[in-house]
């Protein structure tokens, strides 16, 4: 049988007549008493449109809660029959959201209409079911209107005289005009009416929509609840809610990613008041939770030539209630190497959030460091300060200041290095996934001004990296990704830089298929010759194909280039070295588990043989 149904998806607006299939059983107590044992069996769903339509098709088998319930193989006759009749409004909605207003829906099972099968009277089996659907004609706008508009309201040209008459166009259009008044400074800008009606001789909508932009609002106080250890006066500071100033909607989500970025809260809810205050001003409610005040956690990278990266790091958030993170780190390298010895830092790291802004961050930071490389052995100390500024999502911008000593044995004996720097540094990170990027790019470039003493020369120190992602295929499967680098020390002698400014070239940063910080230069001279050492400008270049074979196994081939050179802006002797390799990444919660195998590529100045990396995350 057919019945009628008018449905009203616009709040007081009815849209039309949609036809479906909808019946009831003949008896109340037929279910109670229908039907025997219930029979689980592989089901065959058939979804067929009139006139072949495959858009319409594949979006009435995403919506379908049939289609869902037998994804995930639930095949019971009753999940089967439940989830056809809720089908029949989904169906609906779907076909309503792209323009058809006088669709007929039939949904079988088994040749039986679901509608006519009463709730508890489900068949004993089900085999196969079958959704026919005539959409009936497309209807489109006669009138499209909306007013009172803001000015830069982002009212979608779809919402026009003349095109599809979706009611997911009408619903977009309204939330757009209600969120321009409100970018304006109008935050209880609401719809005032509406009126859709649909003509089904002429298969046209009729569509008004009238704007009550409100009052322009002022930011009142922030009222706060639920925290424990955070004082009030740090949690209002960091929050950074700009109270006696105009209504924006992005102030708020500052406020939030503000809050987030502290670590502190297991959640944030903020909330506008109902009412408006003298003025019309606005309270904003925000009611936090504490998350626990310490973390862990620990990294792994491991070569075969390298040997061994053990990572580690212990935090506390909101260290003296002001939001306060102190983060330690260890790090322990080149762990059974063949070509150095073993490798230790820690570093001990204090920040401070809302320091003089509420988007920027003071640091204080203590670094040791035990470096035993082929040539040489160092052991450093760093003393530093800074402030970190988040204007944006993608922006990063870092000031510092820090003491670098550094004590180098070599074959010329011990030297010291004493340094004064202004590290700084700007990041721009628009990739879609930090740990597993698909698109995007990243661009970071770093300049270390720094005077030396006792013998050190003063110099300049250029670091720059830029990466892109780029991806095809369905659901991105394919992706092409690149890196270069670039750096170079300005204005002092090889001999007298600090080894740690110094540039090399090799292992799983850099280049793979060659052992970690292999490639450098020979300058520096010794007793018994020219010793081995990093050189004063670096190029480096990178690129990736990445196929995501599976949902959770990707596998991946590279290239990777590198050269050194002795002298500034890239002169001088140089020398080079290139690594092809291929891996498999596994993806897990926490980013993919990286697998590669890489060997020398060309007659490079470096060979060591195959490598075999082992780690967390992607390459870059």
């Known amino acids: 049988m057919r019945a009628y149904v008018k449905a009203m998806l616009i709040a007081g607006t009815a849209l039309g007549c949609g036809t479906m299939a909808l019946a009831q059983s003949s008896s109340p107590f037929s279910g109670l008493f229908g039907g025997g044992e219930e029979i689980e069996g592989p089901v065959d769903l058939d979804i067929r449109v009139d006139g072949g339509d495959d858009g319409i098709a594949n979006a009435i088998r995403n919506t379908s809660l049939i289609a869902g319930a037998l994804k995930e193989e639930r095949n019971n006759p009753q999940d089967v029959l439940a989830a056809a009749r809720a089908d029949y409004a989904r169906i609906l909605g779907t076909l309503y959201d792209q323009g058809y207003y006088s669709a007929l829906i039939f949904i079988t099972l088994d040749g039986v209409e679901a509608a006519e099968i009463a709730p508890l009277d489900a068949p004993a089996a089900v085999t196969n079911v079958v959704v026919t659907v005539d959409p009936g004609p497309r209807f489109r706008f006669s009138r499209a209107a909306i007013a009172p508009v803001a000015p830069d309201s982002d009212i979608p040209d779809e919402y026009a005289q003349g095109e599809t008459a979706g009611t997911g166009t009408i619903k977009s259009a309204a939330l757009a005009g209600v969120d321009g008044w409100r970018n304006q400074g109008h935050a209880k800008a609401d719809l005032a009416g509406q009126q859709i009606v649909a003509d089904h001789a002429q298969s046209t909508v009729d569509s008004q929509i009238a704007l009550n932009p409100g009052p322009a609002v002022t930011f009142g106080k922030l009222n706060m609840t639920g925290y424990k250890r955070m004082k009030p006066r740090r949690l209002h500071k960091i929050a950074g809610l700009p109270e006696g100033e105009g209504f924006d909607p992005e102030e708020l989500e500052d406020v939030r990613k503000r809050l987030r970025r502290t670590g502190v809260f297991s959640a944030i809810t903020l909330e506008e008041a109902e009412t408006l205050g003298p003025g019309n001003t606005m309270d904003v409610n925000l009611t936090v939770v504490e998350d626990k005040p310490r973390r862990i956690g620990a990294g792994f990278e491991i070569s075969n030539i390298d040997g061994a990266q053990i990572s580690a790091y212990w935090m506390h958030r909101n260290l003296l209630g002001g939001g306060e993170r102190l983060r330690i780190d260890a790090e322990v390298s080149d762990i059974g190497s063949d070509n150095s010895g073993r490798d230790e830092e820690i570093t001990f790291r204090i920040d401070r959030p809302a320091t003089i802004t509420a988007d920027t961050t003071a640091y204080v930071e203590t670094e040791l460091a035990k470096m035993r490389e082929d040539d040489y052995d160092s052991d450093a100390v760093t003393l530093g300060l800074g402030f970190t500024h988040i204007p944006n999502d993608d922006l990063t911008i870092d000031l510092g200041t820090e003491y670098y000593y550094e004590r180098v044995t070599d074959d010329n004996g011990r030297r010291i290095f004493k340094v004064l720097a202004f590290p700084s540094s700007v990041t721009w990170d628009k990739r879609d996934e930090p740990t597993n990027a698909k698109s995007g790019f990243y661009l ?177």
């Open 444 to 620: 970071d470039g770093e300049a270390t001004p720094f005077k030396g003493f006792d013998g050190t020369d003063s110099g300049l120190r250029l670091d720059g990296e830029a990466r892109g992602y780029y991806s095809i295929l369905p659901e991105d499967r394919l992706t092409f990704a690149g890196r270069a680098r670039a750096g170079s020390v300005l204005g002092s002698d090889i001999q007298n830089t600090p080894r740690d400014y110094l540039f090399y070239s090799g292992g799983g940063g850099t280049v793979r298929g060659h052992s970690y910080e292999s490639l450098g230069v020979e300058e520096i001279q010794g007793s018994d010759g020219p010793i081995k050492t990093g050189g004063m400008s670096i190029f480096n270049a990178s690129a990736e194909i990445r196929y995501q074979l599976r949902e959770k196994i990707g596998v991946v081939g590279f290239v990777d280039y590198g050269r050194v050179w002795t002298d500034e802006a890239w002169s001088g002797d140089s020398g080079w070295h290139a690594g092809v390799g291929a891996g498999v990444r596994y993806d897990t919660p926490i980013g993919p588990l990286r697998f590669d195998i890489a060997t020398p590529l060309g007659n490079g100045d470096t060979d060591d043989g195959v490598q075999v990396y082992l780690g967390l995350g992607q390459a870059f």
